[in-house]
């Protein structure tokens, strides 16, 4: 067998082989021997970038196993310290042969943990996570260990909620085989009886919503910093008293240009002449969003990519990127182009909505919901049907609550409005605590 060979009559391979039948087989003591033994092989080869690389491989191989033993002399009351040593001296040795090596820095994280080093550790989980984006092991120690990738992933996750409960409604309004799409209603207007200059405004009126709703966020955002600034001996009143205000200026000016600037790379090529006088650009872009195709080369090129990458959407992540912190998050790089893609995400589909609902015509339909909800109260009471826009002192007769409710609610979301339209005259009425739909929201 192999493992009964000389060492020395055997290749790098051969060896590195034997090593994972012993690691597999459970006796990391021969483990370790052949491991040891296919790395003296390796040097006595001719160095290259290649070697290098499978060098690291069996260092981190050979850290492995050493981790095992070291869990082993554990279990058994034994002091496992200097094997752990000896397995993170592989794991750091692996990780300069080639430093783009995932396993080896991860190796290094894991002696470091049993070590009690959590500063190093966490710094190597945060190296073997820019080496292996994704890697679903990496990602439960960085939320355990991390508290800024933590907190990143929370708004990340907040974020992807939002966008997956957009798109439903986008897909609702598009969809060619739903009952209640909105796809006939939009594509005639858009396509056959607007003009250039009514696409041009509809457009226009999307993107002013979005820009619109983020200085809403971008405000409350700018008022935290100065605050907590404030708190940290960061900033004064001043001798004037309005400090803390010129500091809520400063960081609301920063951020608005830096939402503006999202909006506007994302829209870019939407909000154009060619988009105005060709209809098909912007209702490719439609199917392409509710399909979750968006991130498709011709509709996020690379010089696009580039772009937002290049930006600092500190709107979710202030706190997280450690723009208020004394040093940037180690991972600040990464997080940032992912939160700007997310973003884009949001962007789009709030100006898909925002446009299909212009083009549709639902205000008229939200403004026929309303009505329709009036009078199924009405019957229910045993009151005449009203026409829209119709009053009468019968309303009175209601319940009052009911009458209150009515009078205050605001108009129902374009899914609402569709569901009680296409409802029969005995279905219940929608619930008065769900919300309008606000096509531009970012959060």
């Given at each position: ?107 290094e994280a894991q002696c470091c943990l049993k070590l009690g080093r959590a500063d190093e550790a966490l710094a ?58 909105l796809r006939t209603q939009y594509y005639g207007v858009w396509m056959k009886h607007w003009e250039p200059k ?246």
């Amino acid at each position: 067998m192999v493992a009964d060979l000389e060492a020395a009559d055997l290749t790098m391979a051969e060896l590195k082989a034997a090593g994972n039948a012993a690691f597999k087989a459970r006796d990391y003591e021969k483990a370790v021997i052949h491991y040891t033994d296919a790395i003296k092989a390796a040097g006595a080869d001719s160095s290259s970038a290649a070697d290098d690389s499978e060098v690291a491989k069996l260092l981190a191989n050979r850290s492995m196993a050493r981790l095992k033993l070291a869990d082993a002399a554990g279990a058994k009351a034994e002091s496992p310290s200097s094997v752990l040593v000896l397995a993170l001296e592989d794991a750091q040795a692996g990780t300069k042969a080639d430093p783009q090596y995932a396993k080896a820095h991860f190796r290094e994280a894991q002696c470091c943990l049993k070590l009690g080093r959590a500063d190093e550790a966490l710094a190597a989980l945060q190296r073997t996570w820019l080496c292996a984006p994704g890697d679903p092991e990496v990602h439960k120690l960085l939320l355990a260990q991390d508290i800024g990738y933590a907190k990143f992933h929370d708004a990340l996750a907040r974020l992807d909620t939002s966008t997956a409960t957009k798109r439903e409604n986008l897909t609702m309004m598009v969809s060619r085989g739903h009952p209640r799409s909105l796809r006939t209603q939009y594509y005639g207007v858009w396509m056959k009886h607007w003009e250039p200059k009514d696409r041009e405004s509809a457009l226009c009126e999307a993107f002013t919503h979005i820009i619109d709703q983020f200085k809403q966020d971008l405000k409350g955002e700018a008022k935290n910093r100065a605050v907590a600034e404030k708190e940290h001996g960061k900033v004064s009143f001043g001798e004037d008293g309005f400090g803390v205000m010129r500091r809520v200026q400063e960081h609301d000016a920063k951020l608005q240009d830096e939402g503006f600037a999202l909006v506007s790379i994302v829209l870019e090529d939407l909000i154009t002449e060619n988009s105005y006088d060709n209809p098909e650009i912007f209702c490719q872009h439609v199917e392409a969003v509710g399909e979750g195709r968006e991130e498709e080369p011709r509709f996020l090129t690379p010089s696009k990519l580039e772009r937002m990458a290049a930006l600092r959407p500190e709107l979710l992540m202030g706190e997280v990127i450690g723009t208020t912190r004394p040093k940037p998050h180690p991972l600040r790089e990464w997080m940032i182009p992912k939160m700007a893609l997310n973003l884009r995400k949001q962007v789009l589909i709030g100006c898909c909505i925002r446009v299909i609902m212009s083009a549709a015509g639902l205000v008229g339909c939200q403004v026929e919901a309303i009505n329709k909800m009036r009078n199924m109260r009405r019957e229910a009471n045993g009151l005449v049907p009203l026409a829209p826009g119709e009053e009468s002192e019968d309303d009175e007769i209601m319940c009052r609550n009911d009458y209150e409710e009515y009078k205050q609610r605001q108009v129902p979301s374009a899914g609402d409005a569709k569901r009680l339209l296409s409802g029969s005259a005995g279905e219940a009425p929608i619930a008065a605590n769900v919300p309008a739909l606000e096509a531009g929201s970012l959060v």
